[in-house]
């Protein structure tokens, strides 16, 4: 048994917010048996993933491990540590652990790619322990943004590990239950060899705060509203949906759900019981016959997300709801960097509406689900770990966690993707490294983040794109004239002419002065043309296009 | 005299920040002489301009009318109110006037375009007014966050008008010329008839701070640093860099500045005698020879842009220089929306170097150029005009200014892009909508930005490109198979089988069967490969390709 090692590896969340995927392992070097936290993803972006649906990590070293994985299991249902579950089953098939809100959303997403439901196994929260291999894992609930969000007790021959999950303490979630700083405080008693803890507001220099202090703003905001108020957030935030929807009913509105995801989180959060007296609510076609200032609209999209309700009633109307002057639209949400411009898109466009948009700048309307810089020491102070290692958070999240646990006089380990944390002995050690990445979801296919397609994709975009013919026939000679086709690219540039037309004619004449021995040679007529192409387009348009060249021979 | 009209109509501007172009006209309707108040650019994105160089406004409206402009008058050196000034030269051709240091500015642009300098006109500043057709322009000078900054006093006929430029209140903005309330209020006792005014950020609650605030901040906090310290802002911040540079040689530093932008502001700045004691600097050659803990850099690129300084040194090394555990990097500066994630992107490179980042959000190390929600309301009061048309905003800025004007008891006029406000009369009123838009610098030429083009790029990025090459002989059969190239998409699909052969063998069959009629329609066969190519794209990767096909028959 002295050979045996307990290591931390994560592949996904230890160098971004987003896509997070860790690995435990334990057991003798190379053979040690492993568990999964989380599978989520990440969102594309114009800029680097353009066309890509979503971002998961690179499992390949799990995938090469399949047989030695005892269970992945699901700390809570945000998509950055669901969504990846269903998109790679195929490759890791081991049993899924979830507690019941979180398996609901799980297999209605194994339910949609056609892989069977029970591979997600129902489990019950603490002091509930689930034995995957040499493995116990006990689910704690702890205070979030979605119910039913747990850390992890993770007992191992090693020693006790805890794996906090996304989380807050909040004393008074609305809905899910509160932090208990009792229960941890008991599993901490017997000692805690390692944390590894949610970085994401380590820059937030004040203590967090509750979910249910934002009842008495929200409702009074709603109650000096005049018009139509539509209030997004994330579909997921099930306390806050509540919240808003009971804030709602006593302002005397009706209240209407906009967009799937929404309709689909109340669905399972009711369907588990974790949501009750949730205020009834009417259809949008049941909306329109209701009066504005009767009305409360409750939509997805806080991100800006082009095709969600919210973007579409701030573009024009939705399932025939129309906003109008007077109207009030409140973000009871943060923007996440990176969506700005989407978000203050649809902000300008309420303002030609005449409607009043209300933000979280006041901080009265929206809360954080992560615990901040004092709430992190507290936890810190609660599980009084031998080692706390940062993870769910970029380089800077990460460095600054870890900066703070030493302030606090405690070891932590600034541990990113791909770097295995050997947490054996008493102190923590780099053992190794594992190449990790990052794979995309592009249409029904998965390929690699770095496998030139996206690459491509992008230079297509900066640079335009245009694809030569050129057929030669049985002795070399151009049957015709070369033929271009432009995508993406200026019609005319410095000579006034048609591109397309100086282009031809160059690459004409080229063809009709090549020597006998190029014109044998594909690779050699390809590269004269592309470079034809592209000392043209620089001359005439001031760009360098991407350039496809289809050579034909009659033969 | 009595027909005669004044009329005010924003062609860039009001609707966005950047890419300012305002309009004035006077005379007989339609046939009124004009003036142009500054002609800027915006930057493009990835999301929505993907390789365009600039964004610049659509001046057709002006083009048409180029016999009718007596004079353009440039408030600052911005780049929103400049940057477009030698690229419209060709197509207006107008005297140009600006203050020496905008002067300096806008000459180099000139010259970098072929253009001659000396349509470049110098101007002293209030109270000299510049004679142009029936408008009298002074340039006041007021503090900003550039040397020279300037409002304009227009004097026409039908009486005064002050265009505030961008500005702020500051009694010591350290280069440039204090705000003088005094000199607003002997402009604005003879009555104006309209302000027309900045509304950057009037949603910020509280008065602006000065830029004499900073420089204790900054002196403490390069005392304390014990590595190399590199600090950056905008480039045209000139008094921000004084400030930067002296307390770096307080603080026993050399002073390196890397960037040509930033040597060229700090030069033009020089010659113009804006900037008097500017502390002497190194060169980066030299730096790479002075201890760490003895230097200062001062570096381009605050809003993350990929070429600059600051990218470069986060991302490896710029000009021999590399930073490392211990060095400090000051975000002396705000980051604009859209540019978070450039920005993020660097302080995680920078994090992973060891570098300590300090950013804006203390509010110690930079303070905004523009005038706060109480300064306008100052503003207004000072120059206690008839009419106040807010400016320089997005559509959510010009409404909270249209809405704070009357909340003063005062008459606010939303007025966006396109919208002429006739200000002749008592009451203002949109006399007509002048059609306008974007205009992009394509490589080196200008395409409008509903020509299709960038659409194309746009559609290649999120969907890819197939190519498809047939050819047919005389009797209209194929002759060989039909040719494929892929350009952004995934190689193989659902079959396993590589896409490239699956969507071949597929058009293959279709021409082998396809009816004599269609085998002689050029259009009828392209629409029928395209159709197919997108359907077995879908089925097998599951998504629908942007499609070229290239018909060639040898007859």
Request: hydrophobic letters at 40%; a negative charge.
């Amino acid at each position: 048994m002295s050979s045996d090692r307990l290591f931390y590896l994560p592949l996904g969340g230890a160098g971004e917010i987003g896509m997070n995927a860790y690995v435990y392992g334990y057991g003798p070097e190379d053979q040690e048996r492993l568990i999964v936290v989380d599978l989520g993803v990440s969102f594309p972006d114009m800029d680097s993933s353009p066309g890509v649906d979503l971002i998961l990590p690179d499992i390949a070293w799990l995938e090469d491990r399949k047989d030695r994985i005892d269970g992945v299991f699901i700390t809570h249902a945000h998509e950055d540590h669901i969504g990846a579950v269903a998109l790679t089953y195929d490759r890791l098939g081991a049993p899924i652990y979830a507690r019941p809100f979180t398996a609901n959303i799980a297999r209605r997403k194994m339910d949609e790619h056609g892989h069977p439901e029970d591979a997600i196994n129902v489990v019950a929260s603490w002091p509930d322990q689930i034995e995957a291999g040499p493995f116990s894992v006990g689910f704690v609930p702890i205070s979030h943004s979605i119910p039913e969000s747990a850390g992890l007790v993770i007992d191992t021959p090693a020693g006790r590990l805890v794996h906090s999950g996304d989380f807050k303490l909040d004393p008074t979630p609305i809905v899910g239950e509160p932090f208990d700083a009792d229960v941890w405080g008991q599993i901490a008693k017997s000692g805690v060899k390692a944390l590894v803890c949610d970085s994401t507001n380590v820059f937030s220099p004040n203590a967090g705060r509750s979910e249910v202090e934002l009842g008495p703003n929200i409702a009074e905001l709603f109650r000096e509203a005049s018009g139509m108020v539509v209030a997004t957030t994330f579909a997921s935030n099930v306390a806050r949906l509540k919240t808003l929807a009971e804030a709602g009913t006593a302002a005397g509105r009706s209240i209407c759900l906009l967009g799937r995801a929404m309709r689909r989180m109340i669905e399972a959060a009711v369907e588990e019981g974790v949501l009750k007296d949730f205020p009834s609510t009417v259809s949008p076609e049941d909306a329109k016959h209701i009066p504005r200032e009767n009305l409360l609209l409750l939509a997805t999209g806080s991100q800006g997300e082009r095709r969600a309700a919210s973007a579409q009633l701030a573009n024009g109307k939705y399932m025939g709801i129309e906003l109008t002057d007077g109207d009030m639209f409140l973000f009871s949400s943060k923007t996440i960097p990176g969506n700005e411009k989407s978000v203050i898109r649809i902000i300008n466009q309420l303002s030609e509406k005449g409607v009043d948009v209300v933000d979280d700048s006041s901080g009265l309307y929206h809360v954080s689900g992560h615990a901040n810089r004092p709430d992190l020491q507290r936890f810190h102070e609660v599980i009084d770990p031998q080692v706390i290692v940062p993870m769910h958070g970029e380089h800077r999240h990460l460095r600054a966690h870890t900066k703070l646990v030493e302030e606090g006089g405690r070891t932590g380990v600034l541990a990113v993707n791909g770097m295995m944390i050997d947490l054996t002995g008493n102190a923590p050690r780099v053992s190794g490294y594992v190449e990790t990445g990052r794979t995309y979801l592009d249409g029904s296919v998965q390929i690699g983040a770095l496998d030139g397609v996206v690459r491509n994709r992008i230079r297509m975009a900066l640079n335009g794109h245009v694809m030569v013919t050129a057929i030669l026939d049985e002795e070399d000679e151009p049957l015709g004239e070369p033929w271009c086709e432009l995508s993406g690219l200026p019609e005319t540039g410095r000579s006034n002419a048609a591109l397309v037309e100086v282009l031809e004619e160059d690459l004409s004449q080229f063809l009709g002065r090549a020597d006998a021995k190029t014109m044998r040679n594909d690779d050699a007529i390809e590269e004269a043309l592309r470079r034809i192409v592209r000392k043209t387009s620089q001359d005439e348009i001031g760009k360098k296009p991407e350039v496809t060249v289809v050579i034909s021979r009659l033969s």
